[in-house]
């Protein structure tokens, strides 16, 4: 019927304007945040003022996470993107103009809230806008897209700083920002077409809800608690690092922020080369082994980092660090999906899910810079490495656990 296949012209749309919003946003924050740690030290923040303002955003980022999930499911998804790209346009222009701390941090909470209102929306809105067995190239050729955008985003931004300055990184964020915005107000078509409830009554029930949920779902489920306990303990690990990735080549192997820049962009091309291998690793050995495997190379490439001598090293390192990196997402969501039902949303899950694993990682940068400050440069690697350990050790027997399940299927 023709109005079935408009709407269906119409969702499939949706795919493609995920892929250019979400690319102009991510070449946006990558152009700022992969120099923003420089940004702050040059300014005059030190190590534990970088990793609390780093704190901040990482908290209202999950914060947000937990509510924002179960009100995309209640809502639908345009809103919650439009709302995100609006905040992120507004709070980067004021980002650009003030060099106060508490204000930066101020602004960083306000930045966090804007990404984590489309986090939830924008993975739910793809999964929507495909058939099912379209689904992983729909993910896939998302994921590339903004691995892409952060290459561009993060190579660039050094040569921008060294001719304009750092303002110019905001500016440009905040214009593309903008754009996002009018592609989601303008061309998102809302998958079924209808609102479970108006969006304050949405909101209200969201926030209610989103803890009565949280303790509902990891109570039936104990594998999936388990789970969420170490992506927890591997998330603490990662965030207490990567604020001081670029501050550690330039204290320690002397990189200008030219090279800053374009060590970070090394890093998203070691995501983007591994992207498509890792989906298949994950589907031939399973999201179980694959988790296991990524926590396991990944304590190895913090450590490795501490034993770079120039930029060569260094950007070898991270390319790889970033190679491993790829193995996470692909994995990670596919377990997560086996647990979505009429009940419990997509969105919800993925909200649920991300929100604990960053809560409990939301002082991690903090930590990060008071070794920094009070141990040494290296510190905050082999910290996290050591805190790494204990979510591989908690991985192991969700791995034996599979294959009890399935000798015993193969066996009946």
């Given at each position: 019927?023709?109005?079935?296949?408009?709407a269906r012209m119409g969702l499939e749309r949706n795919v493609s304007i995920v892929y250019v919003s979400f690319f102009a946003l991510t070449v946006g924050s990558s152009l700022w945040f992969s120099l923003f740690t420089l940004y702050l030290d040059g300014v005059g923040l030190d190590a534990a003022w970088i990793g609390l303002i780093i704190t901040a955003y990482n908290a209202a980022l999950s914060l947000t996470y937990l509510p924002s999930g179960r009100l995309s499911d209640m809502i639908g998804r345009r809103v919650p993107l439009m709302a995100g790209s609006l905040l992120l346009a507004v709070t980067l222009l004021l980002l650009q103009s003030t060099v106060n701390p508490v204000t930066i941090l101020a602004i960083m909470v306000f930045i966090g809230v804007g990404n984590g209102l489309m986090t939830p929306a924008v993975n739910a809105l793809v999964a929507e806008s495909v058939k099912a067995e379209r689904l992983g190239i729909a993910y896939a050729g998302y994921l590339i897209s903004v691995t892409?955008?952060?290459?561009?985003?993060?190579?660039?931004?050094?040569?921008?700083v060294e001719i304009y300055g750092y303002q110019i990184l905001f500016l440009i964020a905040a214009a593309l920002a903008a754009s996002a915005f009018i592609l989601f107000y303008f061309?998102?078509?809302?998958?079924?077409?209808?609102?479970?409830?108006?969006?304050?009554a949405a909101v209200k029930r969201s926030f209610r809800a989103s803890v009565s949920e949280t303790v509902r779902l990891l109570r039936e489920e104990r594998e999936l608690t388990q789970l969420t306990s170490a992506l927890s303990f591997h998330s603490f690990g990662l965030s207490m690092i990567t604020p001081y990735f670029v501050l550690y080549a330039q204290y320690v192997v002397a990189i200008d922020v030219v090279e800053a820049g374009l060590l970070i962009s090394f890093l998203n091309l070691g995501m983007l080369v591994a992207q498509v291998p890792a989906g298949k690793m994950s589907d031939r050995l399973g999201p179980r082994l694959t988790l296991l495997l990524h926590v396991l190379l990944s304590t190895v490439t913090w450590v490795s980092y501490t034993f770079s001598w120039n930029f060569l090293s260094a950007s070898t390192i991270i390319t790889f660090h970033g190679a491993v990196g790829a193995m996470d997402m692909p994995a990670r969501r596919s377990f997560m999906m086996e647990y979505s039902t009429s009940i419990t949303g997509k969105a919800t899950i993925i909200g649920t899910l991300d929100a604990i694993i960053g809560m409990v990682g939301t002082l991690a940068p903090l930590l990060g810079g008071l070794a920094w400050n009070n141990i040494g440069y290296a510190a905050p690697f082999f910290i996290a490495a050591v805190i790494n350990t204990i979510a591989f050790l908690q991985l192991i027997p969700l791995l034996r656990r599979r294959r009890t399940v399935e000798t015993s299927d193969n066996a009946a």
């Open positions: 019927m023709p109005g079935q296949a408009d892409v955008a952060s290459i561009l985003g993060s190579a660039f931004s050094g040569f921008l061309y998102i078509s809302e998958p079924r077409g209808s609102m479970h409830a108006s969006y304050s």
